[in-house]
């Protein structure tokens, strides 16, 4: 019963006239999708030492770092699907309640789940980038194939268009996420510790502007006690499909 009772004050504050909305997704939202999150039970760099995306790693032996790369990521990842909780953020937003998804995911599976306006926060593995020119090219497994792969255009090796460790964020993600943060009236944030610097801060700055936090988790996290207004425990996609059955109710 609490539980419901929350998922209707949620839908409340997503209906409220005027209201402006923003999702804030971390690795939670797509485990039901097969993605393993990075950190904690079951995590990726549980199994795998993460130096093979550190930036200086990744120039000083690019054919390995690539061969963990495509293994870990594209062999893993390439037959993801949207699950219904991007479904449902999807629709929110074709609804006219959100207005922006920032994600801290590089799967692409917002987009892919019809989510128009996504703020990648980490990048994506569906761009490469050329470390010499600068050239950005969509990714195919003939590009990604060779032991090195290399820029069409000018031979420099590509990477992946995604933020390595010790590479900075790209200056319009974060500049879109935290503006769309200062001009929103709630967040809905979803399966994401809040712990990761700098993107746990998005949150925090719409808490800051008076946004209202409406969180989806297994567990508590960093946000639960100190920003969040509305804690929707549970996993993504039963809670958010629930929470798009309530917000349709209250039409």
Known sequence: ???????????????????????????????ESGIPPFRGPGGLWH????????????????????AQIREVFYDNWGGALPNGAHKALAALEREGFLHT?????????????????????HGTLDKLLCTECGSRFETTRG??????????????LL?????????????????????????????????????????????????????????INLQESAYTNSITDIFLQGRAVEVMETLLREVHACA
């Open 47 to 66: 199994k795998y030492d993460p130096e093979f995306i550190e930036l200086n790693y990744f120039h000083a032996r690019p054919e390995r770092s690539w």
């Open 159 to 215: 990477k992946p268009d995604f933020v390595f460790f010790s590479e900075g964020i790209p200056e319009d993600a974060f500049e879109g996420a935290f503006a769309a943060a200062a001009d929103c009236d709630y967040v809905i944030v979803i399966g994401t510790t809040g712990e990761v610097m700098p993107a746990c801060e998005v949150p925090r700055e719409a808490r800051r502007h008076g946004a209202k936090i409406i969180e």
């Open 1 to 31: 019963m609490e539980f419901l009772k929350n998922a209707a004050s949620a839908a409340a504050l997503i209906r409220a006239k005027g209201a402006k909305g923003m999702a804030f997704t971390g690795a939670g939202i797509s485990v």
């Open 101 to 121: 998804v920032v994600t801290q995911n590089i799967d692409c599976l917002h987009q892919r789940a019809g989510s128009k306006h996504v703020l990648e926060f």
């Open 143 to 156: 590009l990604i194939a060779p032991e090195r792969p290399s820029c069409p255009k000018c031979g420099g």
